[in-house]
Nanobody
Framework: QVQLVESGGGLVQAGGSLRLSCAASGRTFSSYTMGWFRQAPGREREFVASIVWRGGSTYYTDSVKGRFTASRDNAKSTMYLQMNSLKPEDTAVYYC?????????????????WGQGTQVTVSS
């Protein structure tokens, strides 16, 4: 049973930074792709970033390129999302997700496992 637990959300001023963590358990994730998604009130859940566990290849949605960085720590089975230069429009609940396979995908339906989410609020 795959379990994903996010942490690190909070309230930050525009221009600030946060680092989200996603602790993964229940599998050996070397053949998994991990993703970050977010959902703002009244909006659909949207793709933010993904990382292929084997090799660490990353992929980002255009709106966060150059500001967000996804990474993983093999020893801790933990994925991170470093978020810099935060904007009010980044405010959302952020979710981590996992799926078997070593390639990038971006649809919600492509991922099989989800965390409970962590709130990120960016004030102007």
């Amino acid at each position: 049973q795959v379990q994903l637990v996010e942490s690190g959300g909070g309230l930050v001023q525009a221009g600030g930074s946060l680092r989200l963590s996603c602790a993964a358990s229940g599998r050996t994730f070397s053949s998994y792709t991990m993703g970050w998604f977010r959902q703002a009130p009244g909006r659909e859940r949207e793709f933010v970033a993904s990382i292929v566990w084997r090799g660490g290849s990353t992929y980002y949605t255009d709106s966060v390129k150059g500001r967000f960085t996804a990474s993983r720590d093999n020893a801790k089975s933990t994925m991170y999302l470093q978020m810099n230069s935060l904007k009010p429009e980044d405010t959302a609940v952020y979710y981590c997700a996992a799926r078997s396979g070593n390639y990038h995908v971006t649809r919600v339906s492509d991922f099989d496992y989800w965390g409970q989410g962590t709130q990120v609020t960016v004030s102007s």
